[in-house]
């Protein structure tokens, strides 16, 4: 089976930095993704590794150590508007198998 | 381009009720998934399609729950009878190919319909 493991909750005020961690355990893996919620939203995707290192996208950047079974999400310069919960997300097997979700609260 | 189109977006129906979702992809995307998120909780994959075929069902509750995407565009979820725990948000996605990552199979998600079983 799949199982993912990332914090229930961060808070941080704007401008700050916070990185969300996730540790996963698959046979067949094949990528990691990161998703934002906002609240009565849908999942909207944010970033995928498939390789060991860092991919940038604009405020956002993610990293993948497959040999550590372990990557983060990096949400820099905070605003309000990522107040939402963020959930990695291991490929295998054709298929997306999602984390808890970490929920992320931005004060002013 | 248009986004994955759901229907009904709220649905309240007493147990053992049966009900049935809607969901148009992404023109042009193969792939279809259906999820059920269950507050506060990640998406739980419930079945997928390549075109208008399964490729996975194994997380389906098959003796209540039932899908079809018949000309490998739009599908319907059903659940007959519904029970209290199947009180969630189903959420439709679409992907061009079920590839194994990179940009193409990228999962786009509707706007879910949000299921109360009273």
């Known amino acids: 089976g799949q199982s993912l493991e990332q914090p229930s909750e961060v808070t941080a005020v704007e401008g700050a930095i916070v990185q969300i961690n996730c540790t996963y355990q698959t046979s067949g893996f094949y990528g990691l993704s990161w998703y934002q919620q906002h609240d009565g939203g849908a999942p909207t995707f944010l970033s995928y590794?498939?390789?060991?290192g860092l991919e940038e996208t604009g405020r956002f950047s993610s990293f993948l150590s497959r040999s550590d079974s372990y990557g983060y999400l990096l949400l820099q310069e905070l605003q309000m508007k990522d107040s939402a919960s963020y959930f990695c997300a291991v490929t295998y097997d054709y298929k997306l198998s999602f984390g808890a979700g970490t929920t992320v609260t931005v004060r002013a | 381009e248009a986004g994955v189109a759901q229907s009904p977006r709220y649905k309240i129906i007493e147990k053992r009720q049966s009900v049935a979702f809607w969901c148009n992809p992404i023109s042009g995307h193969a792939t279809l998934y259906w999820y059920q998120q269950i507050l506060g909780q990640g998406p739980k994959l419930l079945i997928q399609?390549?075109?208008?075929?399964?490729?996975?069902d194994s997380q389906l509750p098959k003796d209540r729950f039932s899908a079809e995407r018949l000309k490998g565009v739009d599908s319907t979820l059903k659940i007959q009878p519904a029970k209290l725990e199947d009180s969630a948000v189903y959420l439709c996605?679409?992907?061009?190919?079920?590839?194994?990552?990179?940009?193409?199979?990228?999962?786009?998600f509707g706007p879910g319909t949000r299921l109360t079983v009273l």
């Open positions: 399609f390549q075109n208008n075929g399964v490729v996975d």
């Open positions: 996605a679409s992907s061009s190919t079920s590839g194994r990552g990179g940009s193409t199979d990228t999962q786009y």
């Open positions: 590794n498939g390789l060991d």
